[in-house]
Nanobody, 122 residues
């Protein structure tokens, strides 16, 4: 019903920057929240950042606040995650997700992208 395709992952040195993109298609009128999650090997998937599609509200995990910024191009159904001052502990698979209402937990989200790998070397 909603398809999400993320891109922009890669390998970057600590202190560097990377921008992830997510393109949403399908029944996007049903989406209220767009979010970014990440999952490192052997760890639970964790919330990174989220925003209402209208841009009225945003939320960030404490670990990324001040370094990461979520944004969108509403008319093009695009969502971005600008990641600055990257640290090795940011290494994970990053997922774009969509929810019908506001939420910051994985269970709140109905649609998921395939994930894109972000690796930060020291």
């Amino acid at each position: 019903q909603v398809q999400l395709v993320e891109s922009g992952g890669g390998l970057v040195q600590a202190g560097g920057s990377l921008r992830l993109s997510c393109a949403a298609t399908g029944r996007t009128f049903s989406v209220y929240t767009m979010g970014w999650f990440r999952q490192a090997p052997g760890k639970e998937r964790e919330f990174v950042a989220g925003m209402s599609w209208s841009g009225g509200i945003t939320s960030y995990a404490d670990s990324v606040k001040g370094r990461f910024t979520i944004s969108r191009e509403y008319s093009k159904n695009l969502v971005f995650l600008q990641m600055n001052s990257l640290r090795p502990e940011d290494t994970a698979v990053y997922y774009c997700a969509a929810a019908p209402k506001w939420g910051t937990y994985s269970r709140d989200y109905s649609y998921w992208g395939q994930g894109t790998q972000v690796t930060v070397s020291s």
